[in-house]
């Protein structure tokens, strides 16, 4: 009988410590050392290889020799069915020593079963064992390593009896001989690559496409995805089967599940092959629906006889499905071939390994193929879903690359539009001021015209006459008052001063500013009494407030409108306007905030206002850090409010303004105006309220007037000079009315600039302004405060 020699590794040797630096080097260096010794260390263990034995089909013979491996499908024997092997070997005195420690015998396939003698003892019974469990599975070859019992192996001759009951699989491996020590590394080894490495593929290749599956659920366009991941998990699992322990299932039923299984695997691939390139051959769908409804149908008519008919089943569908998976892998190579893409090309050739896994594991499964082999499909499969997520991760990183560009993209034309938009905007701050600059001019000099007029004018035609006029007027300044108050918040010229406000005061004032037009649309205007007081800007809150309250009065035709305050907790309140008008839809009510917007007034009727109000109400509102609220129901009313700091503490009283006529008697004012409407106007309202006054047309004549007077000239007590002025600026005046007459001399600044510079230098200065247009109440206004201000010597 022929023996082979092989060895097992050497005992173990000591290494040195590892530097840190060089793990990997040595590492290296470590495995070549091993793999050196190896051949040597294999050398020195008697190990024997049985690769000639006798075979019968029964136990009385005829016996005939065979060449181990052994595979019945080459030579024709009947399958499944029972067959005997007899194998002898020679061994050494030393082998049966009972110190040369435990002998085994391994084989890499055997039956799983069998019955095994050795020397006449049963050593190994797992066929009675089958025949009498009938959940215990069919039999299919395994790998198996036996320990021998001391004192069985004889020196000399030994004879090894082996009785098997084969399936489709029949056959046997050549047995290896020796003791145990050096038998168990390749017999672990052995079930890691049968068994062990590829349960860990398919379980990396199933949690893969469980992700798939769950990005194709997040985001349903990706069809291809979702039928891939299906594709995968069930050949994943199913590969996993293959290895599982056996569940005690009859054999029907898991032949059943395993062909299901196959059949389902064919149709997900057709429909994949036709989502990923979007195309839907008009017999190829049919076709492959129609013939996996047939299959399984088919199926379970024959589960219903056992499992030998599904086994037969196998037999002619396998290659039928295999013929229905060639037109996927078609679709696929067309798209390749169109699109010239790599990974998609790496996916073809992993379907088409797949299939050619298929193929081979189907006649390995009949038995046609050596009995020593494996199965493929588990490694294909992972290799499949490899090539798919290559795939995939091309596709994201696709998709990230041109997210990157249409992002940069996307900046660039933000960038583009927002150069535009700050050029518009400086267009239109350019044109408001030079607009309004021109346009204030006539409107300040008509309105201190007109209203010298209505003082002179008693007859009632002509008043009436005059009365129109000066409405007119009114509205124009309106207009500019609103577009100026605009211009000044867009600026950032406005610096809020936060100051303790009592709320009371501002309420009354308000109450009775709107109080006539309240009055004249029959509603009914109610101010609740308050006692707080909030940290806010007075100027800005009573410009909030009178704006909302002309707003719900505007708005409202019955009922009335409430202004009352809310405590919110937190050292905050709310101040709120109630109102009983026309509403404001839910869609619309960020509208309202907006410059020139008027929902009910399409026609821009004038008495219904500019829309401006809420504009410069919502400027307001953030310059001084306030919250703005608006809660409306169309029909049945509007709640405005704004959000404020409570503040305690005492409000320096007010500064007294003049009451009498004639309440600027006694003094000399200096005023400069290059307009000479405007001008002539200014000193017709002065003259009338008892002042004498000075007039130049600009800085140059007002150098010549103070060069030509003697140096105890008459003293001044008030500077009124315009902003923009020809051949210098209202600065050049202020500087050189206050060498002639003294550094602390009181100033007044008009102008009808809108320009943001001009307003944030006026800002800086602190210097008292009125902003054109305005009216003969506003002039007085300025000039009560102009006179009570502190002067600001430093101002230039």
Partial sequence: MAVDNAAMPSPRVRLPVPSPRWPPLLAALWAAWWLALWPAALAAQPLQRLTVADFAVRADGPWQPVALPDTWSARGVPRPGLGWYRLRTELPAAAADADAGTWALRWERVSSHHRLWLNGALLHDTLTQAAADPGSGRAQPVALLLHLPPGLLR???????????????????APWLGPAMALEPAHRRGLWLDSGLPQQLNLAAAGACGFALLLWWRRRSEAAMGWFGLLGLMVSLRNQAYHLPNPGLPPALSSLLFYIAQVVTVTLLGVFAMSLTRRRPRIYRPLLLAGAALMVLTALLASLTGHV?????????YPVLGLLALPALLLIGQRVRAMRGGELAALLLALMGVLLAGGHDYLFQRGVLDVGGQWWLPYATPMMVLAFCVLMVG???????QVEVLNQTLELRVRERTQALAAANAAKTRFLAAASHDLRQPVVAIGLLVGLLREQITQPALRAMVVKVDEAVAAMESLLAGLLDLSRLDSGSVRPQLLRVPLQPLLDAVAVH?????????LTLRVRPSACAVWADPLLL??????LVSNAVRYTDRGGVLVGVRPL?????????????RGIAPAQQAEVFEEFVQLDNPQRERSQGLGLGLAIVRRSAELMGARLTLRSVPGRGSCFGIELPVAEGDLPPPAPVPA????????????VEDDPAVRDALVARLVAWGAAVQAHAGPRALREALDAQPPDGREASLLITDLRLPGGSGWDVLSLARRRYGAWLPVLVITGNTAPADLAALAGSGLPVLHKPFRAEDL?????????????????
């Fill in 155 to 173: 020196a000399g001759g030994n004879e090894l009896l082996l009785q098997v009951d084969s399936g489709l699989r029949a056959g046997l491996s």
């Fill in 309 to 317: 008919a599904i086994d037969r089943l196998r037999a002619w569908s």
């Fill in 395 to 401: 596709r994201v990183v696709q998709a990230m690359t």
């Fill in 514 to 522: 709107e109080a006539e037009a309240a009055r004249h649309k029959g």
């Fill in 542 to 547: 009573e410009q909030v407030l009178r704006n």
């Fill in 569 to 581: 907790g937190g050292g905050r309140l709310r101040l709120q306007v109630w109102d009983t008008g």
């Fill in 660 to 671: 009498a006529e004639r309440w600027l008697a006694g003094m000399r004012v200096v005023l």
């Fill in 780 to 796: 007085r206004a300025a000039l009560a405060a102009a006179l009570a201000a502190p002067v600001q010597p430093g101002a230039r």
